[in-house]
């Protein structure tokens, strides 16, 4: 099969892998239908974070194509979402509802498994991983929109439970990228009444705007913080969403929290430090981290099918196979929010 492969910081090819095989009577092949790229992955691509060599990529949405003898419920022909981490469903986190921390699991593109920007995909645990989509003809956007529950719209949507949104609140998303305006969409979904989203881009503007952002902020760091401040009447906001991972986004989110809330962050930390003063003189508490996707998906799906979100809109950017070198750069160059990769067939 064919597949993206990482070759060190800024080398992206498309090469050859051998076709995934059933290792164990658990496993499922998925052929994948569309895949992305996550804005982590542009961590590995920038050198900044450290990635095996090899296949990437863990958001994809398809089609299963064979499974092990003890897989119950899935069939061949079946649409299947994957969550960005594959997990045992038994293990005492998964039964908490931690799945994404699941003892026995891993993430796609790592731990032995292929990555999700390829052809075909070995899912361990397939019963406990993937999600079936009901049976139907789905529009091009319902299925990018399937494809946003793999990861971005679950992890935005963790930071606003995280950070304990509920009706008539007011919040602030901090970050603009997919996972930011994926918060939006969440904050609005759970009932806040006022979004104020940081964004200093007009695309993305407009975009958050769509997804239910009532005011947009411009300025970063002191300024941002500052004008919020002021917006909210100096109290605060009830809810900060963390969803970059600096030191300035977090900073950011302490310092527009109102006296009691919680900052849910679940941007990939680098160079963060929690502002402990905070924490403790302004009783403001901090929860969040890698988005329990497997046990958001089947809660979120029904919302997508309906047509009452559409994360799919993140989605603003298209390659096929080929060029996914170039969805890669389109994104790290800001030309993208998030770019999706089409396969063929």
């Given at each position: 099969?064919?597949?993206?492969?990482?070759?060190?910081?800024?080398?992206?090819?498309?090469?050859?892998?051998?076709?995934?095989?059933?290792?164990?009577?658990?496993?499922?092949?998925?052929?994948?239908?569309?895949?992305?790229?996550?804005?982590?992955?542009?961590?590995?691509?920038?050198?900044?974070n450290p990635h095996a060599l090899?296949?990437?990529?863990?958001?994809?949405?398809?089609?299963?194509?064979?499974?092990?003898?003890?897989?119950?419920?899935?069939?061949?022909?079946?649409?299947?979402?994957?969550?960005?981490?594959?997990?045992?469903?038994?293990?005492?986190?998964?039964?908490?509802?931690?799945?994404?921390?699941?003892?026995?699991?891993?993430?796609?593109?790592?731990?032995?498994?292929?990555?999700?920007?390829?052809?075909?995909?070995?899912?361990?645990?397939?019963?406990?991983?993937l999600v079936k989509v009901p049976?139907?003809?789905?529009?091009?956007?319902?299925?990018?929109?399937?494809?946003?529950?793999?990861?971005?719209?679950?992890?935005?949507?963790?930071?606003?439970?995280?950070?304990?949104?509920?009706?008539?609140?007011?919040?602030?998303?901090?970050?603009?990228?997919?996972?930011?305006?994926?918060?939006?969409?969440?904050?609005?979904?759970?009932?806040?009444?006022?979004?104020?989203?940081?964004?200093?881009?007009?695309?993305?503007?407009?975009?958050?705007?769509?997804?239910?952002?009532?005011?947009?902020?411009?300025?970063?760091?002191?300024?941002?913080?500052?004008?919020?401040?002021?917006?909210?009447?100096?109290?605060?906001?009830?809810?900060?969403?963390?969803?970059?991972?600096?030191?300035?986004?977090?900073?950011?989110?302490?310092?527009?929290?109102?006296?009691?809330?919680?900052?849910?962050?679940?941007?990939?930390?680098?160079?963060?430090?929690?502002?402990?003063?905070?924490?403790?003189?302004?009783?403001?508490?901090?929860?969040?981290?890698?988005?329990?996707?497997?046990?958001?998906?089947?809660?979120?799906?029904?919302?997508?099918?309906?047509?009452?979100?559409?994360?799919?809109?993140?989605?603003?950017?298209?390659?096929?196979?080929?060029?996914?070198?170039?969805?890669?750069?389109?994104?790290?160059?800001?030309?993208?929010?998030?770019?999706?990769?089409?396969?063929?067939?």
């Amino acid at each position: 099969m064919r597949a993206a492969l990482y070759g060190g910081p800024g080398d992206i090819t498309v090469g050859e892998r051998p076709d995934p095989r059933i290792d164990n009577p658990t496993d499922a092949i998925v052929r994948v239908t569309l895949g992305c790229v996550c804005g982590s992955d542009l961590w590995y691509y920038r050198g900044e974070n450290p990635h095996a060599l090899g296949p990437i990529g863990h958001e994809f949405i398809g089609v299963v194509e064979q499974t092990g003898a003890d897989v119950a419920t899935l069939r061949p022909g079946d649409l299947v979402v994957a969550p960005f981490t594959f997990c045992d469903g038994t293990c005492v986190n998964c039964a908490a509802g931690w799945t994404g921390n699941c003892i026995n699991g891993g993430s796609f593109g790592n731990h032995g498994v292929d990555g999700g920007q390829g052809e075909y995909v070995r899912v361990p645990y397939a019963d406990a991983t993937l999600v079936k989509v009901p049976a139907g003809n789905y529009s091009d956007d319902i299925m990018k929109s399937l494809l946003a529950l793999s990861d971005v719209m679950c992890t935005g949507h963790h930071a606003a439970v995280s950070a304990g949104v509920k009706s008539g609140d007011t919040v602030a998303v901090v970050g603009d990228g997919a996972v930011g305006l994926s918060a939006v969409i969440a904050a609005q979904r759970l009932g806040a009444e006022r979004i104020i989203a940081l964004s200093r881009n007009p695309v993305r503007q407009a975009m958050a705007r769509k997804f239910g952002a009532t005011d947009i902020v411009t300025e970063r760091g002191d300024d941002a913080t500052k004008l919020i401040m002021d917006m909210t009447g100096g109290i605060g906001v009830d809810a900060a969403l963390e969803c970059v991972g600096t030191a300035q986004s977090m900073n950011t989110a302490f310092g527009v929290a109102r006296v009691g809330s919680i900052v849910g962050t679940v941007g990939v930390p680098h160079d963060t430090v929690v502002p402990i003063q905070t924490v403790i003189f302004r009783n403001i508490g901090l929860r969040g981290g890698v988005a329990p996707a497997r046990h958001y998906i089947p809660d979120l799906l029904g919302d997508v099918l309906s047509g009452r979100i559409n994360p799919g809109l993140v989605f603003d950017y298209e390659t096929g196979l080929d060029d996914v070198k170039d969805a890669y750069d389109a994104m790290l160059e800001r030309r993208a929010t998030k770019s999706l990769v089409r396969f063929a067939g």
